[in-house]
């Protein structure tokens, strides 16, 4: 089974920047659309930004140009380059894997995921 372990959640004031790390236990990312979702509190969970596997990449408006998601899978890492970071950003981070068939509250309820806080 292959695992995943959020990491690089940290404090920032407003307009700062931070790098999320998502790294796998077992098999790389090759042939999985992959993706950061979010949850803030009293918030629904919420998809971020997507890496398909044949590298193309999505975010939602909210994040468009702010944020760029990337994967190395040599060293089987996916990441969430996180730059003009506003209060509205500041939630629990999760990892997984976008598909249609994935319930994407259920992302946030079990996973690890890595905190974020902004202050303004």
């Known amino acids: 089974e292959n695992q995943l372990t959020e990491s690089g959640g940290g404090s920032v004031q407003a307009g700062g920047s931070l790098r999320l790390s998502c790294t796998a236990s077992?098999?790389?990312?090759?042939?999985?659309?992959m993706g950061w979702y979010r949850q803030a509190p009293g918030n629904e969970c919420e998809l971020v930004s997507t890496?398909?596997?044949?590298?193309?990449?999505d975010y939602a408006d909210s994040v468009k140009g702010r944020f760029t998601i990337s994967q190395d899978n040599a060293k089987k890492t996916m990441y969430l380059q996180m730059n003009s970071l506003k209060p509205e950003d500041a939630a629990d981070y999760y990892c997984?894997?976008?598909?249609?068939?994935?319930?994407?509250?259920?992302?946030?309820?079990w996973g690890q995921g890595t905190q974020v806080t902004v202050s303004s």
């Open positions: 890496i398909r596997a044949d590298g193309t990449t």
């Open positions: 077992g098999s790389t990312f090759d042939d999985s659309d």
């Open positions: 997984a894997a976008v598909s249609p068939r994935l319930r994407i509250d259920l992302v946030c309820y």
